[in-house]
């Protein structure tokens, strides 16, 4: 095979699916070493985001890059509401209780996703879009506000959490909690704070999953598995760890359709979860112990 | 001198069961005072009363002159006592500088001037600012550690059994450096296992046993006496 095909028809779509995927790892990860429990809602919060954007869009008429902060926005919003409703209920009781509680939230999410807009596939513009040739390279515009938004998304959670008073409060609440604790860091504002990011984050990768394929009410249970392959690859607690663990499991994913058939792409995520579970259990960023 | 600290005829414990049957413990400003006793005899249990990490049934704390009974540890940082853990008592993932910041964190507007104070009394913590706490030797650790709690410019310092399980060379170096915070100007409370050191080097000292005062002076005087000594020969 040519490099230039390689390069157009298996690595820039896996960059482009492996930063969406990096989005949700993010948000996984802070939720893990804040609260310390899985969040299996993460790939249904992510559709209820993405289809919270068609509703700007179709209802409101926004132009599609307007809706995007909307339903960042609103999605961090009813994160934070569904730990008040919920989750914050069952703070000092075992952390497997909120996990599994997570899996209800998940298909309640998915419920009011199918009763709200159905089950049937949307789109957030009709038409084709074409990809620009750059010396070879076929990228699609929305292929570029995908990459250029992650990388903004993720600098910008950066320079937060190293900057900002709360997002070092953040920092130390997921590096010592009791510590932390000491310090007067108040709990309740760093896990609403969490939820608001990641809830948020969750919506962007809805949208711009969405953006790149389409709107389904299954969409985001689809990517819940090869995220949190991402978060766990990353080692989990490490942004940058995300990061890399979503742009890996993309590649892969997308590399695996030269060996295996298509719909099993799912599989080389599950692989990779497996693998780096036995060997490297902390990822390759030396993250917590799971 | 007026006392800095004051646990007067403490009672309490963790759950429905005292563990502290009436304890009593002064500090005065610009000493250092140890804590000490066989394991048991409620050591660092008196600590987390002063601290508001006990249920507190009878008795008082006074810190500054003010009641702190039974306030959470929030109010009593603020109050001016501040405490360091045993263990894990440093963001290990957070530079040095960052671990001061967070050690400042209740405090509203400008902290450089503590941040500074800090970093004179630590001259190697200043290099290694921007350094991961968590790859520090140990006696910088406990320098980190000791720095952050320094933040809220306490009155005085809480140190739980600061050197437990260090070398003999570290234990020295933290002696060293509990001297130079005193000698900055804030009082440490100690709790201790290794007694006879912590005795050598404490100004003043108090015996605990089952729950109770048992012998108090200065580190010298309990160095000297036979009932405390037997106290410990035998373990």
């Given at each position: 095979?040519?490099?230039?095909?390689?390069?157009?028809?298996?690595?820039?779509p896996?960059i482009?699916?492996?930063s969406i995927?990096?989005?949700g790892?993010?948000?996984?990860?802070?939720?893990?070493?804040i609260?310390?429990?899985?969040?299996?809602a993460?790939?249904?919060?992510?559709?209820?985001?993405?289809?919270?954007?068609?509703?700007?869009i179709?209802?409101?008429?926004?132009?599609?890059?307007?809706?995007?902060?909307?339903?960042?926005?609103?999605t961090g919003?009813?994160?934070i509401?569904?730990d008040?409703?919920?989750?914050?209920?069952?703070?000092t009781?075992?952390?497997?209780?909120?996990?599994i509680?997570?899996?209800?939230?998940?298909?309640m999410?998915?419920?009011?996703v199918?009763?709200?807009?159905?089950v049937?596939?949307?789109?957030?513009?009709n038409?084709?879009s074409?990809p620009q040739?750059?010396?070879?390279?076929?990228?699609?515009?929305v292929e570029m506000y995908?990459?250029?938004?992650?990388v903004l998304?993720v600098?910008a959670?950066?320079?937060f959490?190293?900057?900002?008073?709360?997002?070092?409060?953040?920092?130390a609440?997921?590096?010592?909690?009791n510590l932390a604790?000491?310090?007067?860091v108040d709990?309740?504002?760093v896990?609403a704070?969490t939820?608001?990011?990641?809830?948020?984050?969750?919506?962007?990768?809805g949208?711009f999953l969405?953006?790149?394929t389409?709107?389904?009410s299954?969409?985001g249970?689809n990517?819940?598995l090869?995220?949190?392959?991402?978060a766990?690859?990353?080692g989990?607690?490490?942004?940058?760890?995300a990061?890399?663990?979503?742009?890996i499991?993309?590649i892969?994913?997308?590399?695996?359709v030269?060996?295996?058939p298509?719909?099993?792409?799912?599989?080389?995520?599950?692989?990779?979860?497996?693998?780096?579970?036995?060997?490297r259990?902390?990822?390759?960023?030396k993250?917590?112990i799971? | 001198?007026s006392?800095?600290?004051?646990?007067?005829?403490l009672?309490?414990g963790y759950?429905e069961?005292?563990?502290?049957?009436?304890v009593?413990?002064?500090?005065?400003a610009?000493?250092?005072?140890?804590?000490?006793g066989?394991?048991?005899?409620?050591?660092s249990?008196?600590?987390?009363?002063?601290?508001g990490l006990l249920?507190?049934?009878?008795?008082?704390?006074?810190?500054?002159g003010?009641d702190i009974?039974?306030?959470s540890?929030?109010?009593?940082?603020?109050a001016?006592?501040?405490?360091?853990p045993?263990?894990?008592?440093?963001?290990?993932?957070?530079t040095?500088?960052e671990?001061?910041?967070m050690?400042a964190?209740?405090?509203?507007?400008?902290?450089?001037?503590s941040?500074?104070r800090?970093?004179?009394?630590f001259?190697d913590?200043?290099?290694?600012?921007?350094?991961?706490?968590?790859s520090?030797?140990?006696?910088?650790r406990?320098?980190?550690?000791?720095?952050?709690a320094l933040m809220?410019d306490?009155?005085?310092?809480?140190l739980?059994?600061?050197?437990?399980?260090?070398?003999?060379?570290?234990?020295?170096?933290?002696?060293?450096?509990?001297r130079?915070?005193?000698?900055?100007?804030?009082?440490?409370l100690?709790?201790?296992?290794?007694a006879?050191?912590?005795?050598?080097?404490?100004?003043?000292?108090?015996?605990l046993a089952?729950?109770?005062?048992?012998?108090?002076?200065?580190?010298?005087?309990?160095?000297?006496?036979?009932a405390?000594?037997?106290?410990f020969?035998?373990?």
């Amino acid at each position: 095979m040519e490099m230039i095909s390689f390069l157009n028809f298996y690595l820039i779509p896996g960059i482009v699916i492996g930063s969406i995927y990096a989005l949700g790892a993010i948000g996984l990860t802070l939720i893990f070493s804040i609260m310390r429990h899985a969040h299996l809602a993460h790939g249904d919060m992510a559709a209820l985001g993405a289809f919270l954007a068609l509703a700007g869009i179709t209802t409101i008429g926004l132009p599609a890059y307007a809706a995007l902060p909307l339903a960042v926005i609103a999605t961090g919003l009813i994160a934070i509401g569904i730990d008040k409703l919920f989750y914050s209920h069952l703070r000092t009781r075992p952390k497997i209780l909120t996990t599994i509680s997570t899996l209800g939230i998940a298909l309640m999410i998915r419920s009011v996703v199918q009763i709200v807009w159905g089950v049937d596939t949307r789109l957030y513009s009709n038409g084709i879009s074409r990809p620009q040739n750059w010396f070879g390279l076929k990228i699609k515009a929305v292929e570029m506000y995908t990459l250029s938004a992650v990388v903004l998304f993720v600098v910008a959670l950066v320079l937060f959490l190293t900057k900002s008073k709360w997002g070092k409060a953040m920092r130390a609440m997921s590096d010592n909690r009791n510590l932390a604790l000491l310090s007067g860091v108040d709990n309740n504002k760093v896990v609403a704070l969490t939820w608001l990011i990641s809830g948020g984050l969750c919506a962007a990768s809805g949208y711009f999953l969405g953006m790149n394929t389409e709107l389904k009410s299954m969409m985001g249970w689809n990517i819940l598995l090869p995220t949190f392959a991402a978060a766990i690859l990353g080692g989990v607690g490490k942004i940058e760890g995300a990061v890399a663990g979503g742009l890996i499991i993309g590649i892969v994913e997308e590399l695996s359709v030269m060996v295996i058939p298509s719909e099993y792409k799912a599989l080389s995520a599950f692989a990779i979860l497996l693998l780096v579970l036995l060997v490297r259990p902390r990822g390759l960023f030396k993250g917590k112990i799971l | 001198m007026s006392a800095i600290l004051a646990m007067t005829q403490l009672r309490g414990g963790y759950s429905e069961t005292d563990i502290l049957h009436g304890v009593s413990i002064e500090v005065a400003a610009h000493e250092i005072v140890a804590i000490v006793g066989p394991n048991g005899a409620g050591k660092s249990t008196a600590m987390k009363a002063i601290f508001g990490l006990l249920n507190v049934r009878a008795g008082s704390v006074v810190a500054n002159g003010v009641d702190i009974t039974g306030w959470s540890p929030n109010r009593i940082v603020q109050a001016g006592v501040s405490y360091v853990p045993q263990v894990d008592n440093i963001f290990g993932e957070m530079t040095v500088h960052e671990n001061l910041e967070m050690g400042a964190f209740l405090r509203k507007g400008d902290f450089s001037a503590s941040a500074d104070r800090v970093y004179q009394l630590f001259p190697d913590l200043k290099a290694k600012r921007k350094t991961l706490a968590g790859s520090l030797s140990g006696g910088q650790r406990q320098m980190v550690a000791m720095g952050r709690a320094l933040m809220l410019d306490p009155k005085i310092l809480l140190l739980d059994e600061p050197t437990a399980g260090l070398s003999p060379k570290y234990m020295e170096q933290i002696f060293q450096i509990s001297r130079d915070v005193r000698d900055s100007g804030v009082a440490i409370l100690l709790v201790e296992q290794h007694a006879k050191q912590a005795l050598a080097f404490a100004d003043r000292g108090y015996v605990l046993a089952a729950g109770g005062n048992r012998h108090h002076g200065t580190g010298r005087e309990l160095l000297a006496d036979r009932a405390v000594a037997e106290m410990f020969l035998g373990g």
